[in-house]
Structure formats: structure tokens, C-alpha cells
């Protein structure tokens, strides 16, 4: 009952918006508006919901159902995705996936948040380590928890505008992070160990979280697009675009110029995703229509996209400094998991009287790899083990139309067959290997950014999304490289042309040499740091 009013709540507005925003024309947009408000819908029926589940250790806070939302999506056909990022429009999310803003929001982040919220924008501002004056923050000074205390507790209820919705969730998840954070960060500084973090959320930050997590259908958490990563960039010339010189932070934590260049490089190499989007969508259409020669165009331009995300990613070692990454990377911790900070969880005051876990702040949330495991059906190929049970708890934290569409993108690949549509032409073959090959590339990087950023500076067992800081990330990139030796093994050298023939034979022997190295470091790191089976 619940359901259908609002599904007839969503139609309504879908009319009130059709006829009042002349942007709206193309069918792409239409429909994926239309879905939208059905999954706006169905999340506010569902996210409401608290499971009564806790001994368990599992969230009190309930995450929404994929498969419910997927039910309402089958009514267009495909997956809606955006052509226009409708930037006028205040009613829909602001994160949907779109060919133009890819996984970066419809439009740029609301930078400060209004009059009424006040005390918060300055609290926020008054916040970080190093203030741009350079003087210290109320976080250097250790005084940050005693100065949430005078926080008003504004009343959430009646915010509707999902620009403002999504700033305030931003700036609450700050909020939340800096104040259960303040003495692991103050403790690392002086001692090297993080200790206790805070296990109260007192109501006044507690009470509007919820409330403004509920709106959006996100966990009452830190997220990487919906707060730390993704919604905290501003251009400074708003006439040019998301390039690296053009974009500042909106809100640090740390107020180091290495903290600027982490995060803002997330945001330069996801301004490449909507051209990623756009030829994910065509290279399935082409599988599932068995048409090669699409197939073979369209696959061709995810490799190039790929690379063009894959050399921007490579400005990180210059943009953040290795030495300086523990320096921010406390507050960005999560409370699940994390049994040195926070061994009962959180319990948000006015809320609920039960703990809460949540994984924190994590590129592993960022869209832009998963849909290449799930196009390249890497997914499938990872072994059965809770490694992979991680994987797949990560894409539950992110905004619902990307995990929506994640799950999209695996279905329809597994559907129209992909790995088997390339390996039944050796050209196509190539392709495809090429494609993984970007993603083992990714990968790679990564996992020397793991052991140069982390690793060599901590013997911390769990990274900040939760995971066992050793185990983790090899067993992907073991599952990338062995899946480019099986797919290379398959192919008939005889049937390549000239320059796949010189492809395939550096990237398989690449493959085996890296799959051996692997093994043998994680061996190594096994014996240094503690607790890589703990999940
Ligand atoms: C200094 C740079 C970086 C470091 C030290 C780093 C560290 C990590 C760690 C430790 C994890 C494990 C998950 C967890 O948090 O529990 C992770 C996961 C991940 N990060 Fe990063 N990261 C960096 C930059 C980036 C960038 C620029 C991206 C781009 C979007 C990114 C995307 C990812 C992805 C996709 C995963 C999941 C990996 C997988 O599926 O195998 N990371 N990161």
C-alpha cells in the first residue's frame, strides 16, 4: 500500500517535472527520470526500515534492495541513463549515471551551505588541522568535539531540494568523521597508534544525519562519492573545465595541499567516466545483438578510455605525497571492522540505542572499476571467499542509481555473454584482453600505491574501508591476471593481425610475470602484518 502511494507521489511529480523543465526532452533523459522517481519511491519504502538484527554484529541501519529496485526498472527498456545532467533540476538525485557527468554528480557540488545552517558551515570551517591562513583548526587543537556541543540540532524534515540534501550529507558526514575520529588522530599524532575513537554520536549530529541519510537512501556514513571524494570539489573558473588546476576542496580535513591532490584526483580521473559509460552501453548492446563490428569499435574505446583514467590516476605520486598520506587519512577510517578505534561500533544518540558499523571512506566505492569487472565479467571469475564477499559489500555503499546500474551492467553482460562473444573471434579476442589489461593496469598501480602510501608508513592490518590491508586488493589483481592467461592461452596466434599479435604476446607474458611477483609479496607481507584472514 505504502509502495503504490508513492509510486502515484512519483508519477505526479514526474508530470509536475516534465511540464515545468523544457530540458527534459530526450527520451534517455525521460526515461531515466521516470525511473528515478520509481526507485526514489521504492528506496523511501525501504530505507526507512531499521533491522532489528545487531548480535550479529550486521548494520542496524538497513541498506536497500537491489532486486526490489531492479523489479521497477524492467519497465524501460535497458538501463535510463542520462544524455542531459539536467543541472536545473533540484527534484531527482544528484548522483545518476549520465554520458556527459558519468558518476560525478548531475551538477557541481553546493560549495556553502545556506544562512539558515550557519553554525554548521562555520564549525565546518573553523574544522580542519591547518586553516588556509595557516594557523591551526580546532582538530590540531583537540578542540573540535567540545565545539560540536553548541551545534544547534536543525530540523531536516522539510529539506526536499536534492542539491541542498546532498550538501548537508556531505557536511554531516564530515561532521560525524571528524568528531569519532578527533582522539584516534589526536593519539596517531603523538604516538604512532590510533587508540579509541568516540562511540557516542550525541543527537544534535546524530538526529539530522539520519534524517538526511534517509532522504538521499545513503548509510548514516562517510561515503566516497556521496561526501569525501565526489561531492567535495569546486572549479575555480566556472567556465573551465574539471582539470586539475581548475578544482579546490570544499571541505578538508587536514587542510594539507597532499590532501587536496588525493582527493582531487579521484574527481579528475572520474570526469573521463561518462565517455566510459556511453561505450560500456554500446559494447553490450553490440554483444547482445552479435554485432562484431561494434563490438570491436566500442570495446576499443573503453581500452582508450581506460588509459586516458589510467595516466591521469598516474599523477597521483606527484599531486600526494607518499610521506604525507597518514597525515589525513585518520579521519577517513570507518567504525566497521576496526577493532583498535572502535571494537562496539557507534550508537547514534536520539537514533537508536544499538551499535552501528560502518565501512569507511574508500576508493573501492568509486563506480568506474566495477563496471569494467562487470562489463569484462571479472566479477564472476573472483573466487568464492569472503575476499570477494568484501568486493561485494563495498558496492552497497555508494548512491543507489550507480549500484543500480552496477548491477545492470553484470547482468547484461553475463546475459549477452561477453568473455564468450570476444573469444569466438581471435581480433576480438585481443580487444578484450586489451580491456582487462587496463584494469590490471589500475590495479597494479594501486596495489604500489597500498605498499608506498600505507604499508611502508603503517603495520595498521585494515585499510579504511575494512578491509585486511594485504589480502584484500591481491586477490583481484590475482583474479585480473589470471583471467588474461586464461583468455590468452585461447587465442589463435595465426588469426591475429599483425599489431593484436605483438599486443597479445607482451600483455600475456606481463600477465605471468606480475601473477608470479604477487604471490611472492603477499607471502612476504603475510609474515609482517597481522590478521589478513580476518574479514
Ligand atoms: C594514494 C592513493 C591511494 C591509496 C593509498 C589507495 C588505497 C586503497 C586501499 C588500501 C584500498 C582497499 C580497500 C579499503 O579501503 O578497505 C583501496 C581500494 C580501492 N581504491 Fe584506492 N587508493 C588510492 C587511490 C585510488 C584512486 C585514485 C582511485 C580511483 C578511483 C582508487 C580506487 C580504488 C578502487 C576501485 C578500489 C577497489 C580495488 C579493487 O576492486 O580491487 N584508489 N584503495
Request: net charge neutral; aromatic share 8%; glycine share 6%.
Amino acid at each position: 500500500m505504502l509502495r503504490q502511494t508513492l509510486s502515484r507521489q512519483a508519477s505526479a511529480s514526474l508530470k509536475t517535472l516534465l511540464k515545468n523543465s523544457p530540458a527534459n526532452k530526450s527520451p534517455a533523459a525521460l526515461a531515466a527520470l521516470a525511473h528515478s522517481l520509481r526507485v526514489q519511491s521504492q528506496n523511501h519504502a525501504i530505507v526507512r526500515e531499521y533491522s532489528s538484527s545487531t548480535s550479529s554484529g550486521t548494520p542496524k541501519y538497513r541498506s536497500f534492495h537491489t532486486s526490489d529496485i531492479n523489479m521497477q526498472a524492467r519497465e524501460v527498456p535497458g538501463f535510463p541513463i542520462l544524455e542531459d545532467p539536467l543541472i536545473n533540476n533540484h527534484s531527482i538525485p544528484s548522483f545518476m549515471v549520465g554520458t556527459q557527468n558519468g558518476f560525478l554528480p548531475r551538477q557541481d557540488p553546493l560549495e556553502k551551505l545556506p544562512e539558515e545552517y550557519k553554525e554548521l558551515e562555520e564549525l565546518l570551517q573553523k574544522m580542519p588541522l591547518t586553516l588556509p591562513d595557516g594557523s591551526k583548526g580546532l582538530l590540531a587543537l583537540g578542540q573540535f568535539g567540545e565545539a560540536c556541543k553548541s551545534l544547534p540540532q536543525y530540523d531536516l524534515s522539510k529539506v526536499e531540494d536534492s542539491e541542498l540534501l546532498s550538501a548537508l550529507y556531505r557536511d554531516y558526514t564530515f561532521v560525524t568523521s571528524a568528531y569519532l575520529l578527533e582522539p584516534c588522530d589526536l593519539s596517531y599524532r603523538k604516538t604512532g597508534h590510533y587508540g579509541l575513537g568516540r562511540s557516542v554520536l550525541p543527537k544534535n549530529i546524530a538526529v539530522p544525519l539520519v534524517q538526511v541519510a534517509e532522504k538521499i537512501g545513503a548509510k548514516p556514513f562517510m561515503e566516497y562519492a556521496l561526501s569525501y571524494a565526489l561531492y567535495n570539489y569546486r572549479r575555480v573558473d566556472k567556465s573551465k573545465g574539471l582539470v586539475w588546476g581548475n578544482l579546490e576542496l570544499i571541505r578538508p580535513f587536514s587542510g594539507d595541499p597532499s590532501e587536496k591532490g588525493f582527493i582531487i584526483s579521484h574527481v579528475t580521473m572520474v570526469s573521463h567516466s561518462g565517455e566510459l559509460v556511453k561505450n560500456t552501453m554500446k559494447t553490450l548492446e553490440a554483444a547482445g545483438k552479435h554485432n562484431r563490428a561494434l563490438f570491436n569499435d566500442s570495446l576499443s574505446k573503453v581500452v582508450s578510455t581506460y588509459e586516458k583514467i589510467n595516466m591521469e590516476m598516474d599523477t597521483m605520486w606527484e599531486r600526494s605525497l607518499p610521506a604525507d598520506y597518514l597525515k589525513f587519512r585518520t579521519f577517513i577510517y570507518g567504525t566497521k571492522n576496526q577493532a583498535i578505534m572502535f571494537p562496539k561500533g557507534v550508537i547514534y544518540e536520539g537514533v537508536s540505542d544499538e551499535p552501528m558499523f560502518h565501512r569507511g571512506e574508500s576508493g573501492a566505492n568509486d563506480s568506474m572499476v566495477p563496471m569494467g569487472d562487470n562489463l569484462l565479467q571479472l566479477t564472476e571469475n573472483m573466487p568464492s571467499n569472503p575476499l570477494t564477499a568484501v568486493l561485494r559489500d563495498f558496492r552497497t555503499y555508494r548512491p543507489h542509481n550507480h549500484a543500480e546500474f552496477l548491477q545492470y551492467v553484470e547482468d547484461k553482460a553475463r546475459e549477452s555473454q561477453v568473455r564468450n562473444f570476444a573469444e569466438m573471434d581471435a581480433n576480438s579476442s585481443a580487444i578484450y584482453l586489451a580491456a582487462v589489461d587496463q584494469i590490471r593496469n589500475f590495479r597494479n598501480r594501486h596495489w604500489s600505491f597500498t605498499k608506498e602510501y600505507i604499508i611502508k608508513h603503517t603495520k595498521h592490518p585494515v585499510a579504511t574501508g575494512g578491509s585486511p590491508i594485504v589480502t584484500w586488493l591481491p586477490n583481484q589483481l590475482a583474479t585480473v591476471l589470471r583471467t588474461m592467461q586464461e583468455v590468452g592461452a585461447k587465442i589463435d596466434m595465426a588469426q591475429l593481425v599483425p599489431e593484436n599479435k605483438a599486443l597479445v604476446d607482451v600483455l600475456t607474458k606481463r600477465a605471468d610475470a606480475q601473477a608470479r611477483i604477487l604471490d611472492r609479496e603477499v607471502a612476504d607481507l603475510r609474515k609482517e602484518i597481522k590478521d589478513q584472514d580476518k574479514v
